[in-house]
Nanobody, 122 residues
Framework: QVQLVESGGGLVQAGGSLRLSCVAR????????MAWYRQAPGNQRELVAS???????NQPDSMKGRFTISRDNIKKTQYLQMNSLKPEDTAVYYC????????????????WGQGTQVTVSS
């Protein structure tokens, strides 16, 4: 019912920037919390940042300063601006969205994107 389509990943040199996008598509009646996670090889998936429908951002201290989440509610799209990238930021980045889909009376569910690879070279 819902697809999250990510774009913007790739290869970048240390110190560079990337901007990830994630659009929600389908029969959607509401998009609530949106978030970005990442998972490096051998590591658990970790939260980068989340943003409520009203724009409130939740972000671990370790992610503050270089990663900025934003959203466009009309476009049902979230963004992750990543600056001053480091080799340790190399990971697959996943978007997540809590979406009411299919019918107005359905309960919201979490949906995940397919993941986009971000590789930072030293």
């Amino acid at each position: 019912q819902v697809q999250l389509v990510e774009s913007g990943g790739g290869l970048v040199q240390a110190g560079g920037s990337l901007r990830l996008s994630c659009v929600a598509r389908g029969t959607i009646f509401g998009v609530y919390t949106m978030a970005w996670y990442r998972q490096a090889p051998g590591n658990q998936r970790e939260l980068v940042a989340s943003i409520s429908s009203g724009g409130t951002v939740n972000q671990p201290d370790s992610m503050k300063g270089r990663f900025t989440i934003s959203r466009d509610n009309i476009k049902k799209t979230q963004y992750l601006q990543m600056n001053s990238l480091k080799p340790e930021d190399t990971a697959v980045y996943y978007c997540m969205a809590n979406v009411r889909a299919g019918a107005w009376y359905n309960s919201p569910s979490d949906y995940w994107g397919q993941g986009t690879q971000v590789t930072v070279s030293s």
